[in-house]
């Protein structure tokens, strides 16, 4: 089971700062705001892994890990958040 409370908080507070259109600006923002570590290009915390990808477009990029390197978050959500220059994915 997962902690729907919490992804929730984490889904209004991405859609709380549509229009920023840098990643390492958001990702720094939702880094401090649920205390989450960072591996590589995840952050993480018991209950979701979230990666953050730049896009020009509207659309899913080809940055997206190895499968064998998202293996440890297979026990909680994995959520992917696409900032765009327009909105947030």
Do not use: W
Not at 7 to 29: N, P, W, Y
Not at 71 to 88: E, G, L, N, R
């Amino acid at each position: 089971m997962y902690n729907k409370e919490l992804i929730e908080k984490l889904v209004c507070f991405i859609q709380q700062h549509d229009g920023t259109a840098d990643k390492r600006l958001l990702s720094a923002m939702v880094q401090d705001a649920f205390h989450l570590e960072r591996s590589r290009s995840v952050y993480f915390c018991p209950d979701f892994a979230i990666r953050f990808s730049q896009s020009q477009r509207e659309r899913m990029s080809n940055t997206v890990l190895s499968l064998s390197a998202l293996q440890k978050y297979d026990s909680i959500p994995f959520i992917v958040c696409i900032v765009t220059p327009a909105k947030i994915i």
